[in-house]
């Protein structure tokens, strides 16, 4: 029998390290993806892992957070977070949950979303805002989600393959929605470089330091 273990903290090595190990696990699974919507929307993070007679077999990553939380958060309005916070809180997750063996990726969901109910009244929270499944399962993974009261939405998931040449990623574009605006962009003389030193980084996070505090959000805590 599968067993569902609930947490607030994790170890970030091993957790990612599983989510790593499963050709369907991506960033919005991993420890350090909780860090920095903890850090950045004061999400709070949930790590449900999955076992089975003490093995791991599956874990998920579920976020505590509020609906329009940008919003709630942005200028003056960031002291009503108190007030709407009973009203607004719900959880969300994307692209998971990780499995061990793909074979029993069913089963794992239908025991974390067995768990999620569990969360959701520990914390308040009145309901799932999202729930993304992985890109590769489908609509092959929804019959958990229905079993448990959840609606179904197709969206659109665009993936682009960066490693052609950078004439075809070009020519792959759409005119107004994506060409316009790069070209724009070139004129107006913007320029984009990765970040290679220290000092650019301290930069940087001074940037978006002032960006945030602009719009009423608290600053990003610098750390190494």
């Given amino acids: 029998m599968l067993q569902v273990r609930i947490a607030r903290e994790t170890e970030t090595e091993t957790w990612d390290a599983r989510v790593a190990a499963d050709p369907c696990g991506t960033i919005f699974q991993t420890a350090q993806w909780a860090d920095y919507l903890s850090a950045y929307l004061d999400d709070t993070p949930h790590f449900l892992t999955v076992e089975e007679n003490g093995d791991v077999i599956g874990q998920l990553l579920v976020l505590e957070t509020l609906r329009g939380q940008e919003s709630v958060l942005a200028g003056g309005r960031r002291r009503l977070r108190p007030a709407v916070t009973r009203l607004l809180k719900v959880l969300q997750w994307r692209q998971g949950p990780v499995v061990a063996r793909s074979a029993r990726r069913s089963e794992v969901l239908r025991a974390c979303l067995g768990a999620v109910k569990d969360v959701a ?28 009261g959840y609606r179904a939405e197709s969206r659109a998931t665009i993936l682009i393959d960066v490693r052609k040449p950078l004439e ?50 608290p600053p990003y805590e610098a750390v190494r």
């Fill in 121 to 148: 009244r520990q914390c308040g929270a009145t309901g799932v805002e999202e729930a993304f499944l992985p890109v590769e399962q489908g609509v092959a993974g929804r019959p958990p989600f229905l079993e448990h």
């Fill in 168 to 217: 075809q990623l070009w020519d792959g574009l759409k005119k107004d929605v994506a060409r316009t605006p790069i070209r724009k962009a070139q004129k107006q003389g913007v320029r984009v470089r990765q970040v290679q030193y220290a000092a650019e980084v301290r930069q940087f996070a001074e940037l978006v330091s002032a960006w945030r505090r602009a719009e009423g959000f």
